[in-house]
């Protein structure tokens, strides 16, 4: 039995290898019984398929196989393969993590995160609901993981602090009670049995002080539990409501300009803020409220906490504005990455707005789309290596001082850089050029021609709840790469809009709440708030249920309008690479 347990042990820990070198001998069968150009792609999808979801390579090495297979193969030449790995969709990325890094080095977020904090107060509810807003904004402009791991230790903090301070009040009132109420002790008395020893009175004391820290860190320890859970979900929440918010968004656009060329930029930063965004306070709010039930319960003047405040409150408070204050006033360096980031939304908002023409189309683009967000991405995050950190000083001799540095710097880009996302964002842009050049894709779509007889709201509902369980145990880049020219050839073989089925999925992609591996913000509240597995599974299972409803009402109402649902568009008919 021991050399059983041994020998499954041993073939656990080598199980990548088994996977890399026994599924393509499995897949094999398919290109060499079909001898054709459609078999050969969906071998190497397959294969990329089981490598991504068992993670036994690192999801970019295996991005990077299009590069290998589809020349070898006969399906691409290597050099329209490797043109895939660096598109439009690419330099918008870097431009937005660019914003992100200077944000991060100047410590801005942790600033805006802690005004706010200051602003809504420490009772419970306001704080859990403070969290998720900062988590929130944060995350549409920074990385999920990054806005998780800096305030989650801000929350903790702040909890202890709650937690120490309520404690210590309970045990100066029960002594206080003890000392101005003799029926204090003699109610006591009545309850237990009678002592001859001359400190009952001491332990009796002693009793109700436990009780009550036990039921007070009893409290605190769900309060923990909810405030970890409310800022990793709203971290994830708030990186669908921008385009560069989270991987998925990118993936899409990139997907849509590949498959669909002529859609006329019907994705773009101000087309998806406009759907996207009032679908993600939906989703906030309904989280907080189920958050606030299962941690906090609902008793309203308890959480909220109408009234005056107490000691505890205020002593919480200073904890908070002591962090604040560690902070300092604000640098040049700090306003000067405010009003790059403020101008560089202002600039992705007014370049194509959708109802006026935006600056880009009266300016450059009346012959064609020469500038596209991306382009506005990499402009702006220019000036991040051209601005001074520090306004330049002279010395009193007339002299000028040493010259201060920018506000980034190479080395802090490439250590912050995920060089990996722009690889995978890449292999899925070679996928679906490989799926369209092979004729893949044609195929898949003439095979789910029958689901025209099913409505398309159901269709929407059904993908949704399919990719939202898909995203649990494999990353949203890979779950989205691998769903979206399939759902692509869908939509055009039934003839409903793309959109009607690749936005939903593309933010259902995000709806990772469930376990602590489905995401980053996931492992990291896990380690932080003593939570169990079943803890994450309760809370995320209606969360899961709550964003795919929400979705869907956002894609059936007002996204309904704004992208034109009712028909099908003309360009859904022209699936041909560009010209």
């Known amino acids: 039995m021991a050399r059983q347990i041994s020998y499954l042990n041993w073939f656990w820990y080598h199980r990548n290898y088994f996977i890399i070198f026994l599924t393509p001998l499995l897949l094999l069968a398919l290109p060499l019984h079909f001898r054709i150009s459609l078999a050969r792609c969906g071998f190497a999808i397959a294969l990329m398929a089981v490598y991504w979801c068992t993670e036994c390579m690192p999801l970019a090495v295996t991005a990077l196989l299009p590069v290998v297979l589809f020349p070898m193969m006969g399906i691409m030449e290597a050099g329209d393969v490797s043109i895939e790995y660096l598109k439009d969709s690419n330099m918008l990325f870097i431009g937005g993590l660019l914003v992100a890094i200077a944000v ?7 600033r805006i995160a802690l005004r706010v904090l200051l602003l809504v107060g420490v009772r419970p509810a306001l704080l859990m609901m403070g969290f998720m807003i900062v988590s929130a904004f944060l995350s549409m402009w920074i990385s999920n993981t990054a806005t998780s791991a800096m305030m989650l230790p801000i929350a903790h903090a702040v909890l202890q602090q709650l937690r120490d301070t309520e404690i210590q009040a309970d045990e100066r009132d029960l ?8 029926g204090f002790e003699l109610e006591m008395r009545e ?29 605190y320890e769900l309060l923990t539990k909810g405030m970890s859970l409310s800022v990793c979900y709203s971290a994830s929440i708030g990186g669908t409501a921008t385009l560069t918010g989270t991987t998925p968004n990118l993936i899409l656009k990139g997907q849509m300009d590949e498959i669909f060329p002529f859609n006329g930029g019907v994705i773009n930063f101000a087309s998806w803020f406009g759907f996207a965004f009032p679908n993600m306070l939906l ?12 941690f906090l319960g609902f008793n309203l003047k308890k959480s909220f906490g109408c009234g005056m405040k107490s000691d505890r409150d205020k002593e919480a408070y200073a904890v908070m504005k002591e962090e604040y204050n560690k902070l300092g ?5 700090e306003v000067a990455v405010l009003i790059i980031f403020i101008l560089l ?47 330049p000083r002279f010395s009193g001799d007339y002299g000028l001082l040493k010259a201060p540095p920018a506000l980034l710097n190479w080395e802090v880009v490439h250590e912050r850089m995920p060089w ?12 679906a050029a490989g799926s369209e050049a092979s004729g893949l894709s044609r195929w898949l779509g003439d095979r789910l021609a029958p689901l025209q007889t099913i409505p398309p709201f159901a269709i929407s509902m059904l993908l949704s709840f399919l990719v939202a369980t898909f995203t649990e145990c494999s990353s949203n880049t890979a779950t989205t790469t691998l769903f979206l020219p399939i759902l692509a050839s869908m939509a055009t073989a039934i003839k409903i809009h793309p959109l009607y089925v690749m936005l939903p999925c593309t933010i259902a992609a995000s709806l990772a709440f469930m376990l602590p591996v489905a995401t ?4 990291i509240a896990f380690s932080f708030g003593n939570l169990r597995v079943i803890d994450m599974v309760k809370a995320g299972f209606m969360l899961n249920i709550i964003g795919i409803l929400s979705i869907n009402l956002g894609i059936n109402t007002w996204g309904y309008t704004m992208f034109g649902m009712d028909t099908f568009p003309a360009w859904a008919n022209s699936t041909s690479s560009k010209p």
């Open 104 to 110: 991060e080095h100047w410590n801005l977020h942790k």
């Open 175 to 182: 002594q206080a009670s003890a000392q101005d109420n003799p």
């Open 191 to 219: 309850t237990k049995p009678q002592m001859t020893d001359e400190n009952k009175p001491d332990m009796e004391l002693v009793d109700g002080q436990n009780a009550r820290r036990r039921a007070t860190e009893a409290k």
């Open 283 to 294: 989703m906030l709010v309904f989280s907080w409220i189920w958050l606030q039930f299962m």
């Open 329 to 333: 006033s604000m640098k040049f360096a």
């Open 345 to 391: 939304v202002l600039l992705w908002f007014t370049r194509e707005p959708g109802f006026i023409d935006g600056w880009a189309t009266v300016l450059f683009n009346k012959g064609g789309s020469f500038v596209s967000d991306g382009t506005v991405a990499i402009f702006i995050s220019m000036f991040f290596f051209v601005i001074p950190s520090q306004l």
């Open 420 to 431: 990996n996302i722009i690889l995978l964002l890449g292999g899925g842009f070679a996928l």
């Open 520 to 523: 980053p913000p996931n492992a």
